[in-house]
């Protein structure tokens, strides 16, 4: 899962592995390692040279992104977290048959910070105790920016970029200012409608969770869609999408062309990626795909679970082959040799040193060994930020006799 809301399954079907992945023996060393908030985080993003925009349950959170002490109060320059609420409540049932509402907590998923502001993306209903819905524009004073035309219905939103003259949002919401979307729009910098890729409509069911923008000017949509027209789902449109929905017919990708047409040959050759993608993340040289997510692919004798590298052309790079993953990928980070993976995951093999976060060589896949470990943690994301890199998650993690929880920022030496 690359969070715990979404939709996607622990797989836990165990498949041969050709064993072509042994442990190198180059070890990944850890260096400067510093605890961040303690809140379970989703998401970061830099607010200026000296400070982290994090975010997560219960809204955002400032920390120094530096190795001295600051006066974060002097480093925002005036901003002032808001208050984020979710006032919208699940309905139990108790032992006794009554029926217990409980209150889900806001969470927020996608940050993008911008020259007038910050544009927030997640799972909330109200900011500072205004009425607002899994997207706001905050000014760079932390109000929310009242000349910003923007209205959710109906789901989250998990994905936030820019892209062309305005932003390109994705998620699971039904409607954008009163226009009927399918969890992706295309708005100017005022928040108005340029594209609502209507054509993504023969999807019974889309959830976007990341967006990528190719060189060429195609839109990479990662997350899971239900083609409607599919002849084997005999589904009514209303009916429950839960795990085994998406396990059994949801595909992973979708390409749009720069117009906004669906690219159909592209996305064709993206149709082994089956259930739920995560994250969709172009390499340094923008020349290779990394995919990640809960699915289990066999292509030539070999098995891909979770993370598989492609071509931008959309064939598959065979020489990329990461060790079997019971569990799910939700993020990678890539620097010059080696390549960090993370999410909610062990190794088929047992190895016992490796849980949710693990480090492999960046040209054929295979593991390396890595000071960092963790106990039981989800890790939502990976990222940089200046020199450093940004770990968050839900969960503990120790390098070497020194435990650090839920967020922390380390180099590699």
């Not at 083609?227 to 017919?249: F, H, K, M, R, V």
């Not at 020349?287 to 590298?309: E, Q, W």
């Not at 016992?352 to 390396?368: E, H, Q």
């Not at 020199?387 to 503990?396: Q, V, Y």
Request: net charge neutral.
């Amino acid at each position: 899962m690359k969070y715990i809301f979404h939709l996607s399954t622990l797989m836990t079907i165990a498949i041969l592995f050709n064993g072509c992945n042994e442990s190198h023996n180059q070890a990944v060393e850890i260096d400067n390692v510093k605890q961040l908030s303690q809140k379970k985080s989703f998401t970061s993003t830099k607010f200026n040279n000296d400070l982290l925009l994090i975010g997560g349950t219960e809204g955002l959170s400032l920390v120094s992104n530096r190795d001295k002490k600051i006066d974060i109060q002097k480093m925002t320059l005036g901003f002032k977290i808001p208050k984020f609420l979710n006032q919208t409540t699940d309905t139990i049932i108790s032992k006794s048959d009554s029926n217990v509402s409980m209150v889900k907590k806001s969470e927020i998923y996608t940050i993008l910070k911008i020259e007038d502001g910050v544009l927030i993306g997640g799972n909330f209903t109200s900011v500072n105790n205004k009425k607002k819905k899994s997207f706001v524009k905050l000014t760079n004073t932390g109000e929310i920016d009242q000349e910003f035309s923007s209205e959710i219905k109906g789901g989250n939103v998990y994905k936030i970029i820019k892209y062309k003259k305005g932003y390109l949002i994705g998620g699971t919401f039904g409607l954008y200012n009163n226009v009927d979307t399918a969890g992706i729009v295309y708005i100017d910098k005022k928040g108005n409608i340029v594209n609502n890729f209507s054509n993504l409509k023969k999807y019974m069911y889309s959830e976007i969770n990341d967006i990528t923008v190719l060189a060429n000017g195609n839109i990479l949509l990662g997350g899971a869609f239900i083609n409607q027209e599919d002849s084997l789902l005999n589904l009514n449109p209303d009916s429950y999408i839960g795990d085994e929905t998406l396990e059994d017919y949801a595909h992973g990708i979708v390409v749009l062309k720069a117009d906004g047409e669906i690219d159909e040959d592209l996305t064709d050759k993206f149709s082994m990626i089956k259930n739920e993608v995560y994250s969709t993340t172009l390499s340094k040289n923008q020349n290779k795909l990394y995919i990640t997510g809960g699915f289990k692919i066999k292509k030539d004798n070999k098995f891909y679970t979770n993370i598989i590298r492609y071509d931008i052309s959309g064939d598959i790079d065979t020489t990329f082959q990461v060790e079997e993953l019971l569990g799910e990928v939700y993020s990678i980070y890539e620097d010059n040799e080696r390549i960090l993976i993370a999410g909610d995951f062990i190794p088929k093999d047992g190895n016992s040193n490796i849980r949710s976060i693990m480090a492999v060589n960046k040209i054929n896949g295979n593991t390396l060994k890595m000071d960092l470990t963790s106990d039981c943690a989800n890790i939502y994301q990976i990222n940089k930020a200046g020199k450093n890199i940004i770990i968050l998650g839900d969960g503990t993690f120790s390098v070497g006799s020194k435990d650090f929880i839920n967020n922390i920022s380390i180099n590699l030496k």
